[in-house]
């Protein structure tokens, strides 16, 4: 755990035990891991931090691994770790000795001057380990725009030496274009470069706890399996809500707007797994195999089947254009057509400055027939799986209510992780995908044919909305959003529960 002081040598002990329990493979050698804007927003709050919590919980070794920062400002390496200090939480030794881990260099992102310059600092480091093998790892904490300028010169100058075993492998963030042609063209420029194997493109909605559980609750339980399907389940939500706008982004977010920033991806990832056939095995190419099956089987989006919101403000932004029509708010309706779910509606919807703050699978079961407690009223049986915050998964079901009276009310079965599971720390998202890379294990990334396929689904709509052929309506901000997304919604078949509120338990 972050902030408990515990020694090097402990978590040594403690990462070797890991290492037999989950029989993790056991590669020797050292370990360089480079972040590419290392004096950025990303790779200060997310990147650097990831790396912190693995090293506290002894993945990472002191006498294993170096981490290097590259960007163009002119920082020393104390410059570099004061600047990230403050995004670290944990005792003070434990800080100094990951700090200490932690070079600088400084070089442009299109020049060989400066990777030259890197390479020999990782060069260095890794002639002074005397191992083996010497495994490189670039994490790009960039825009997409200099990735292939980057990506060269590490294929020019910073690859692992043929003399000595061990890899190189890059991660790359989201976006992966803004369309299916910019998105084909760059997959185009980095395969020229690396082999699939090598590059790890991140999403760190599938590294989230709740996410990772998905496959395990489908396929790992009998209750689940005959229900999840077509005859049983009525329509599916897939929701991500921010009750916040853009807040100083507006410029960078009006380039893009939401469904390119959470839908396309985000959302479209959760739905895979949610929708996806059974893998032959848990291999991480039976999984992807299945996932682009899934979003190959996706029937050409409606535009009646869309509702598309700008909430009020959004262009008082003065680097959003006055006549901005980028929707920060989407509703979409996804039809697959296949045997398990023809017929039935998956509603991927999200939104800014709304009402409340959530990531959720909501599932909708079909009525009851023969409703002999006259409880329909009441609302249907859901499963819902809330992704964050105060991770849970309940289900929704009518019982009977306390009493003499034969009444009855909706409640649930509740499975909340901030209950059940009270001492143990969920990893964060970018911890667990970056030591999934260290292992060599692309399951929870997204596969270039993936990546097509995902896009295939999304560019006519895209385009729509960029010629100004579908318009963005207005809503007030914190509001449940566009009532014309409710009445979509309605119109597919779900079922709205009134007088039932999910209300997180707590300890008191």
Known sequence: MSGTGSSPSSRRNSFNSLSRDLELPSEQGCLSIIVLGASGDLAKKKTFPALYHLFDQGFLQSGEVHIFGYARSNLSDDGLRERIRGYLKGAPEDLSEFLQLIKYVSGSYDNGEGFEKLNKEISKYEESNQSGSYRRLFYLALPPSVYPSVCRMIRTYCMNPSSHPGWTRVIVEKPFGKDLDSAEELSAQLGELFEEHQLYRIDHYLGKELVQNLLVLRFANRLFLPL??????DNIQIVFREDFGTEGRGGYFDQYGIIRDIIQNHLLQVFCLVAMEKPVSLKPEHIRDEKVKVL???????????????????????????????????????????????GVPFI????????????????????????????KKQGRNEFVIRLQPSEAMYMKLTVKKPGLEMATEQSELDLSYGMRYQNVK????????????????????????????AWQIFTPLLHDIDAGKM????????????????ELSARVGYVQTHGYIWIPPTLA
């Open 228 to 233: 999840w399907n077509r005859d049983n389940i």
């Open 296 to 342: 190959q089987s996706v029937n050409p989006i409606k535009c009646e089947e869309v509702v598309l919101g700008q909430y009020d403000g959004y262009k008082d932004d003065p680097t959003v254009p006055d006549d901005s029509n980028t929707p920060t708010f989407a509703s979409v309706v996804l039809r697959v057509h296949n045997e398990r779910w023809e």
């Open 348 to 375: 991927l919807k999200a939104g800014k400055a709304l009402n409340s703050r959530k990531a959720e699978v909501r599932v909708q079961f079909k009525d009851v027939p023969g409703d002999i407690f006259k409880c």
């Open 426 to 453: 969920i990893p964060e998202a970018y911890e667990r995908l970056i030591l999934d890379t260290i292992r060599g294990d692309q399951q929870h990334f997204v596969r270039r044919d993936e990546l097509k396929a």
């Open 471 to 486: 318009k963005a309506v207005p809503y007030q901000p914190g509001s449940r959003g566009p009532k014309e997304a409710d």
